[in-house]
């Protein structure tokens, strides 16, 4: 049987399931910097293609991402200093609430259609 | 009410694997799951093997995990669970010796690793070592471990790497590093700020929902984490 998932535990694995694919999307984008050094030209080609609406997609996601992953930082080094030990649910909770926030107010710009 | 015990059986003599085993109890309003357990060793199959002893959670010996959780099962009212089958298994990560009896020598080593018991080089003369009431409060939850084993087997980071120190090792450091009284402050923060120490913690809070004596480990661990890091600078 699984070990029961608390918020903790949740908070835990989101955590570590969105720096992964942050440090994922780091590589991606060195890579595609990467093209700077080709010239002028093949950068402006790039560009382009990542002009397409499945781009955009995946950069509200990206958005997403970071948000929790920053949000959940504090709130993971705020109880590190002692603090808020008694609500650390409370505190995910306030990490999703205004994580939200942050994510529809970025991603409406974001948005291709 | 009837209730099932499904419980995760394991007898190094005749099996290669472990197996769930369902039993049927009668159970009544105040019956624990260690109950419940007496109750199936009794009647109904005598080779089930489990550890228990104070049946009043001050032992520390009947932590286990049900229903996914890890508690003490003399702790556990079984109405309480709300649910008609209740899964007991054996702390996990901690090797099997039979069915719910996990070998806790791994655990008490590093217990043992923090030097569990107070260092004092200056000569203490005849009278017994005074502290002020603030200064035995820091301690308060520290000494009311039980040293059960549910916070240290619930614990991720423990899972992933069986030489972390975990949750109760920590937690007992801290019980001696934040001691007035105490003078082996840095000899400690030493052993516990090694690779397989406090560091591996990432304050997922297993240990604080596994708790049967509803203490907080993380936060003994936080403040470990703050006395390394300005002890340092
Ligand atoms: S801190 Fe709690 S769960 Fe951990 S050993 Fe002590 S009493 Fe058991
Ligand atoms: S039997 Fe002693 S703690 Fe459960």
């Known amino acids: 049987m699984f070990y029961k998932w608390h918020v903790g535990s949740i908070a835990w694995i989101l955590h570590r399931l969105s720096g992964v694919l942050i440090a994922f999307y780091l590589v991606l984008h060195i890579w595609v910097m990467s093209f700077l050094q080709k010239g002028p030209e093949s950068f402006e080609r790039v560009m382009h293609l990542l002009e397409h609406p499945l781009f955009k997609l995946l950069e509200i996601g990206l958005l997403g991402v970071v948000v929790y992953h920053s949000l959940n930082g504090i709130r993971l080094m705020v109880l590190d200093l002692g603090y808020g030990m008694a609500h650390q649910k409370k505190m995910f909770l306030a990490v999703v609430a205004v994580g939200i926030v942050l994510f529809v107010l970025g991603a409406i710009p974001l948005y291709p259609f | ?134 200064d035995r409060k820091l301690l308060d939850e520290a000494v009311t471990c039980i040293l059960c084993g549910a916070c240290t087997s619930s614990c991720p980071s423990y899972w992933y790497n069986k030489n972390y120190l975990g949750p109760a090792s920590l937690f007992k450091a801290y019980r001696f590093i934040f001691d007035s009284r105490d003078e082996g402050t840095e000899e400690r923060l030493g052993i516990i700020s090694d690779r397989d120490g406090l560091w591996r913690c990432h304050s997922i809070f297993n240990c604080v929902e596994a708790c049967p004596k509803s203490l907080n480990p993380t936060y003994a661990i936080a403040e470990l984490k703050k006395k390394i890091v300005t002890t340092k600078l």
Not at chain 2, 42 to 69: E, H, K, Y
Not at chain 2, 85 to 111: A, G, S, Y
């Open chain 2, 1 to 134: 009410m009837e209730i099932t015990f499904k419980i995760l059986r394991f007898d190094p003599d005749k099996d290669k694997k472990s197996y769930y085993r369902k039993y049927t109890v009668k159970v009544e309003p105040g019956m624990t799951v260690l109950d419940g357990l007496n109750e199936i060793k009794w009647r109904l199959d005598g080779t089930l093997a489990f550890r228990r002893s104070c049946r009043s959670a001050i032992c520390g010996s009947c932590a286990m995990t049900i229903n996914g959780v890890n508690r003490l099962a003399c702790n556990s009212q079984t109405l309480a669970l709300k649910r008609k089958t209740i899964v007991v298994e054996p702390l996990r990560r901690f090797p099997v010796i039979k069915d719910l009896i996990v070998d806790m020598d791994p655990f008490f080593e590093k217990i043992a690793i923090i030097k569990p018991y107070l260092i004092a080089h200056s000569r203490g003369g005849s009278r017994e070592r005074l502290q002020s009431p603030e």
